[in-house]
């Protein structure tokens, strides 16, 4: 065996890896994988957008791009970012391989070995793995109701000021919990980063899923509420609104930050998928979003809906879950003594899956949490899922 | 300003942008993108390829797929290696974000700050980006007309032994030499390399593009020449067989290092685009590959053919050249008293652009050499294109 890399032994064996394989199997009722449901990807207005390509678009789909992006792409991404109240000066955007490129070139410019990140307590794991695969340090700060907690922040801050280089968030809908910030704990958590020199990092896939549609949260992000002085990079992703397989995100902060990440980028993958930025342009540009995402609200709120009222008849005392007002997923918090891998275990036996806690704890410890994602599974298969869960949740009390 | 990482601070801040840049002016008739010709870019074939897709086939299309690659791709992808000689006992494929992602995984998995890579000198930009991007130290090795020089290679390794984790080479019309190595210069190659523990990455893009078709040089990869025990990782894309858009390209090695490969690849954009690997697996699977193949060759001839009889004629005495039998470039050698940087301003002023030689060098500094890609020019403009650059090197002598 060869001498590997430090950043190579480092890398975190992932026993994930191996639950999603078993949650895989199509027999399976799975709230593992964090995805949209594939019957509701929208094949038909792909088709249409296909159709409508010239042959020079054609070309330009086949060709290599700007590694800064498809530039017709950029000018729509910058027209929704301003509708989102982002102000675009001396900030720049970048066309990134998925949001995940965008989490891995920001950690990339920003961290060295032993840096710290603060990052929600639970956190998205995608982010946990490219922020570990830098060797960076974690502190998790806990998470109520409105987000991330803002006094255990401060305590956190004032411990480890000197180690920390950014602070990691996803305002809407967050995953793995749901939880969705309130407009008055944006602020509070911008007045306690105004005077530190941290990098705020807004990933926020998940803006657009709000059920309500004629009541829709408030989703104007920290980085339209944020001062001009304090950095902050928007982050945003098609999986969500429109496709993961196109692999496209976005990344928005300071045009020196995203300058660097640009090169980096270039050593990474020279440029993100010509063809899917030519067609995710042609969705922008022709207005296909707000009637698809109008569709996709009412089919995720229907299978929350059908998740949370089976969870309230068939849970057994002492559990509690979030109750989501968007978005992919429901947190379960377990009686301490439960591990969540026994009830793993347990349900999968039954056909059941869901990813376990300690996945998203930045630590990797903590497990008597659940994620269930709603997202992919089918309406008429959701209670029964539920019900294997609940049912062998039961026989490890 | 932010606290940058050390990695962000340095990466080479890149003179060659600001050339393209000047390049891609589109009165400028430029041999400088090392890239199909867009008007070759099969956008009828494509059309057939999505015409042919299912409805389950698009939505695996739109949706995430494994980090390794969507499996029908991998197994087309292994069926077209076998062809070529490789033998995949032991051995794993990954499906990559082009070949640009391949060499960074590679690297990143085996080099830590300060451990050397030897490359051909001159060697591929990209691949140069990728090594300083982790902060290699590079050791070039000249080229004769069959590939990297056997002699300076053993003296090289002799020098630098406990330093070296790779050898990175390009073995058939080599960017941007265009030089094609010698089956004989492959073996005594393998031979120097037998006992040394380094990782040889064969990055072989070019392969199927020898000019031509009644007498095809031997592509045999190293791969598939070397002894079991010798770690050779293969790199290849579709940006030169099909479309650089897609983002596509693999890694084949050993399986243990194509799994640390994954779980890097994973913290850094998930998968690739599945909309590209739904593609490339029709491209593949439904023989479309051949034919292209066949049109493209010719048309590279021709423009290669058109180039050399044109720098025949044109070029003064002392300037020198390869003759490349397939891939995409010349390369010229000018009097070491002559500054590339020199003759690109002066060429550029009359309408035609190159890349300069410093780009290719692993030290970054000799100057007395050109890149010029005949590939994305059109016929009726290489002659006159060439004409600039004699003319305006006349100047300078």
Redesign the interface.
């Known amino acids: 065996?060869?001498?590997?890399?430090?950043?190579?032994k480092n890398?975190r064996s992932?026993e994930i890896r191996e639950l999603m394989k078993l949650a895989a199997d199509p027999s399976i009722i799975s709230f593992a994988?964090g995805?949209?449901g594939?019957?509701l990807?929208?094949?038909d207005i792909?088709?249409g957008l296909?159709a409508s390509l010239s042959?020079q678009e054609?070309?330009?789909?086949?060709?290599?791009?700007p590694t800064s992006g498809y530039p017709p792409l950029l000018e729509s991404m910058a027209s929704y970012l301003s509708s989102k109240g982002i102000d675009m000066t001396d900030q720049s955007l970048l066309v990134t391989?998925?949001g995940?490129?965008a989490i891995?070139l920001i950690t990339?410019?920003?961290?060295?070995p032993g840096?710290r990140v603060i990052t929600e307590d639970p956190c998205f794991i995608?982010a946990l793995?490219?922020f570990?695969?830098?060797q960076a340090h974690l502190a998790g700060v806990p998470m109520d109701e409105e987000g991330m907690m803002a006094g255990p922040l401060r305590e956190t801050i004032e411990k480890r000021y000197d180690s920390i280089?950014m602070v990691y968030l996803n305002p809407s809908f967050q995953n793995p919990s749901g939880i969705m910030y309130s407009q008055k704990r944006k602020k509070e958590i911008l007045g306690i980063l105004k005077k530190s020199?941290f990098?705020l990092v807004e990933d926020d896939p998940y803006c657009e899923l709000y059920f309500d549609e004629t009541d829709p949260p408030d989703t104007t992000p920290f980085k339209a509420l944020a001062e001009h002085a304090l950095?902050v990079c928007y982050i945003g992703s098609f999986?969500k609104i429109?496709?993961?397989?196109?692999?496209l995100g976005w990344l928005c902060g300071p045009s020196?930050?995203i300058e660097?990440c640009e090169?980096?980028k270039?050593?990474?993958?020279?440029?993100?998928?010509?063809?899917?930025q030519v067609?995710a342009h042609k969705f922008l540009s022709q207005g296909s979003m707000p009637g698809f995402l109008k569709t996709v609200r009412a089919r995720y709120a229907k299978r929350a809906r059908i998740m949370l009222e089976t969870l309230e008849v068939t849970m057994p005392e002492g559990i509690s879950w979030t109750h989501p007002r968007g978005g992919f997923y429901v947190w379960v918090t377990l009686p301490e003594s439960v591990n969540a891998a026994d009830l793993f275990k347990a349900a999968i036996k039954q056909g059941a899956a869901f990813v376990t806690g300690n996945a998203f704890d930045p630590e990797g410890i903590k497990n008597n949490c659940l994620r269930l994602a709603f997202s992919h599974t089918p309406e008429d298969t959701i209670a029964q899922g539920i019900k294997i869960i609940a049912s062998s949740l039961r026989s490890l009390l």
């Open positions: 065996m060869l001498d590997l890399s430090t950043s190579a890398m992932s994988g995805m949209p594939s019957d990807l929208p094949t792909v088709d296909y042959t054609k070309q330009v789909a086949l060709q290599y791009g391989s998925g995940q490129q891995n990339r410019i920003l961290i060295d840096d995608g793995a490219a570990l695969s830098y280089k020199r990098c950095p999986a429109f496709g993961p397989g196109l692999r020196e930050l660097k090169l980096a270039q050593s990474m993958d020279a440029c993100s998928s010509s063809f899917s067609i």
